[in-house]
């Protein structure tokens, strides 16, 4: 039965305890960071696909992020990263947890999209109606959104892909002008082109194309979805969680919460369709799969530049067993964390890109002559990778939120 497992170890006092090293060496291996943990070599999947499948998804608020973020994995080429976004679509980007953009595996698409997207979309909608009928523009304004949102999948579905401003040439509609935090300063009047091409993609009727410009780009072309199964919600969220337990468990319950941005309710119903074991990390009551017990091998030594919004640096509420002390460095003040450099499971400094093309790295921590010089190995081969693009050998990496070191370090 489901959670019974769960309940038997509870039950009889057999609480595994999970230390810090424990749960560093999972995160070497189950996130492809370490190099004797790179993912095993499939005949069908590209090793970008599988990797990224390992851990649900690449945060893609940040274009450039999503490269890194495989890059550091892989060591994969822009090309490869590209044809698996762009030429065969086995990467999609979408609106996903906690209403963050996300790039995932095409095969997970219908899984988030029960388990998450379907619930945002409707708050969503419900927003931007009642927005439509306090800017003026319509009386019903869930009416006049059905009526726009329609024509607008229609005028793509002839163009086969377009930019907003295109659509908005074919739906003129799609000028019509809201308005948004009126009261304050970076508020004010907007076209519903943006708003309404982002709510169409999260009920996934549209999805975002190739940019307009180069792999840090983020003015995305629009494309009709592919047809996609409808799951029920509450088993899309099991098995959202199962995968999440599997790639960044052990945790507690509430890191579960915030990844997804479930309710309380709703994580506990996931969890109990699953065969979990109670674990204790290092005092904290946490959860893992019962059939994932087994102790990570040791990784080895390794180092890593993860990119600003990294789903590993994203991945729990709880950074502590992670970040240690170095938060206020390394965060801006949404929770959004930057450029980051590890050592063996924690971040021991951070990295940004300089204008002349140098990976300026500042360790925030003495972690010892070999993390120094392994560190300072990947941020040569960051910068060559970066420069072996030649259609945009000067690009420039900025983070789309700045964060106080990446800002000092990048000049």
Not at 224 to 235: T, V
Not at 236 to 257: C, I, K, T
Not at 294 to 320: K, Y
Not at 349 to 362: M, N, P, S, T, Y
Request: hydrophobic letters at 45%.
């Amino acid at each position: 039965m489901p959670g019974l497992l769960s309940r038997v170890v509870v039950m009889g006092s057999a609480i595994r305890p999970v230390g810090v090293a424990e749960r560093r060496a999972r995160l070497a291996a189950r996130h492809h960071l370490a190099p004797r943990a790179a993912a095993v070599p499939d005949p069908v999947v590209s090793p970008v696909v599988s990797t990224v499948t390992d851990i649900i998804g690449l945060h893609g608020t940040d274009p450039a992020s999503v490269y890194l973020s495989a890059w550091a994995r892989t060591g994969a080429s822009h090309a490869d990263i590209e044809h698996a976004l762009y030429a065969e679509r086995t990467l999609i980007r979408m609106l996903g947890m906690r209403r963050t953009v996300f790039v995932v595996p095409a095969a997970l698409v219908p899984v988030i999209q029960a388990a998450c997207t379907d619930q945002i979309a409707e708050r969503m909608r419900r927003d931007l109606a009642r927005r439509v009928q306090e800017s003026g523009i319509a009386a019903d304004g869930a009416n006049w959104l059905k009526e726009v949102g329609e024509a607008t999948v229609q005028a793509l579905a002839v163009r086969g892909s377009a930019t907003g401003g295109e659509l908005a040439q074919d739906e003129p509609r799609l000028r019509a002008q809201i308005v948004y935090a009126a009261d304050k300063s970076y508020g004010g009047p907007v076209n519903v082109t943006t708003r309404l091409l982002t709510l169409l993609s999260a009920e996934g009727l549209i999805v975002r194309g190739r940019p307009r410009g180069g792999w840090t780009s983020s003015q995305f072309t629009w494309a009709a979805a592919p047809d996609q199964p409808r799951l029920p919600a509450a088993a899309a969220r099991a098995e959202l969680a199962r995968r999440w337990l599997h790639g960044f468990g052990p945790a507690p319950r509430a890191d579960l919460q915030w990844w997804t941005g479930w309710t309380a309710g709703q994580v506990k119903q996931a969890l109990d369709q699953l065969e979990i074991a109670e674990v204790d990390l290092d005092g904290t009551p946490g959860v893992m799969l019962a059939a994932d017990e087994d102790a990570a091998p040791d990784a080895g030594p390794w180092a890593a530049l993860l990119p600003a919004l990294d789903p590993t640096a994203m991945g729990w509420r709880d950074r502590a067993w992670y970040v240690g002390e170095h938060a206020p460095a390394l965060f801006d003040r949404s929770g959004n964390i930057g450029p980051t450099a590890w050592w063996e499971g924690r971040i021991v400094g951070g990295w940004a890109h300089r204008k002349d093309g140098e990976i300026a790295v500042r360790l925030l921590e003495d972690a010892g002559a070999e993390a120094a010089a392994a560190i300072a190995a990947e941020a040569q081969r960051l910068r060559d990778w970066i420069g072996a693009d030649e259609r945009h050998a000067k690009t420039l990496i900025t983070p789309r939120f700045r964060t106080p070191l990446e800002r000092e370090l990048a000049g």
